[in-house]
């Protein structure tokens, strides 16, 4: 499976941002699909996965009650809602697909990564 994220950009703290995801290939309603972030000089970290069908969803702490993943299958998209955007979320955002039956947090548990989209976030 390809993925292609796009929707990154320069932002000020505060705004909100929503970034996408979306795969071609094999049938995207198989993959468990998660967001990471990777800031600079720092490694890459996990942001929010969600299920196949979307009924689970798991987020790391620093962005809970701010950011939102959700999917469309019928689009083969997959979602990052960011609001209150902080300069610390300053970041590469990778999505990630994933063959497990729930999601993820490590790295190593995804098979495919897109090439990643820039998120500034200036004070």
């Known amino acids: 499976v390809q993925l292609v994220e796009s929707g990154g950009g320069l932002v000020q703290a505060g705004d909100s941002l929503r970034l996408s995801c979306t795969a071609s290939?094999?049938?995207?309603?198989?993959?468990?699909m998660g967001w990471f972030r990777q800031a600079p000089g720092k490694g890459r970290d996990f942001v929010a996965a969600?299920?196949?069908?979307?009924?689970?969803?798991n987020y790391a702490d620093p962005v809970t009650g701010r950011f939102t993943i959700s999917r469309d299958n019928a689009k083969n998209t997959v979602y990052l809602q960011m609001n209150s955007l902080k300069r610390e979320d300053t970041a590469v955002y990778y999505c990630?697909?994933?063959?497990?039956?729930?999601?993820?947090?490590?790295?190593?548990?995804?098979?495919?990564w897109g090439q990643g989209t820039q998120v500034t976030v200036s004070s």
């Open positions: 990630a697909a994933d063959l497990n039956l729930t999601p993820q947090r490590i790295e190593t548990e995804y098979d495919y």
């Open positions: 290939g094999r049938t995207f309603s198989s993959y468990v």
């Open positions: 969600i299920s196949r069908r979307g009924l689970s969803r």
